[in-house]
């Protein structure tokens, strides 16, 4: 649906900034996912693109 409306509307509207973030990666990386598996995606690249391969 986030898709849709980017595509449909252009915008998608602003809700808070940590949704907004987790709308913005969405609509980057084309991943359809809440936002705690967002950020346990992101918790883990960081490791691993630090060294701290966990």
Same mark, same amino acid.
């Given at each position: 649906m986030l898709v849709?409306?980017?595509l449909c509307d252009g915008v998608v509207p602003a #809700?808070?900034?940590?949704?907004d973030l987790?709308? &913005?990666l969405s609509l980057r990386y084309a991943i359809l996912a809440g936002a705690? #598996?967002?950020l346990r995606m992101l918790v883990r690249? &960081?490791?691993y693109t630090k060294?701290?391969?966990?």
């Open positions: 849709k409306r980017a #809700i808070d900034a940590m949704v987790y709308n &913005a705690r #598996i967002l690249r &960081a490791r060294g701290c391969i966990m």
